[in-house]
């Protein structure tokens, strides 16, 4: 079974960076496509960036630029680098995995997902 672990959320001010991280068990890394989506209150489930299995990195167009998705198979865990960190980036932080993805910023296209880690910038 696939289990998907984040950390490194916290609370932090703005211009600041984080780096968080998704454990991934179950299956190897370098297997599944892979993403991180957002979700702040009141508002839908956003794709941030994704990874395919072959490491090929693509990011939502409006985000470009600040974010950073990498992933390293021997630790079998994914990141995300957010810098410099905003007050709208404020928002509960999801990794997500498929084995087939077309799309990759469709939430429906990833089978796994973990259970997110909550990320807070103030101004």
């Known amino acids: 079974q696939l289990q998907l672990v984040e950390s490194g959320g916290g609370s932090v001010q703005a211009g600041g960076s984080l780096r968080l991280s998704c454990a991934v068990s179950?299956?190897?890394?370098?297997?599944?496509?892979m993403a991180w989506f957002r979700q702040s209150p009141g508002k839908k489930r956003e794709g941030v960036a994704a990874?395919?299995?072959?490491?090929?990195?693509s990011y939502a167009d409006s985000l470009r630029g600040r974010f950073t998705i990498s992933k390293d198979n021997a630790k079998a865990t994914l990141y995300l680098r957010i810098d410099p960190l905003k007050p709208e980036d404020t928002a509960i932080y999801y990794c997500?995995?498929?084995?087939?993805?077309?799309?990759?910023?469709?939430?429906?296209?990833?089978?796994?997902w973990g259970q997110g880690t909550q990320v807070t910038v103030s101004s």
């Open positions: 997500a995995a498929g084995s087939y993805v077309a799309a990759q910023f469709d939430s429906h296209e990833y089978t796994w």
């Open positions: 179950g299956t190897t890394v370098s297997t599944v496509s």
């Open positions: 990874i395919d299995s072959y490491g090929a990195a």
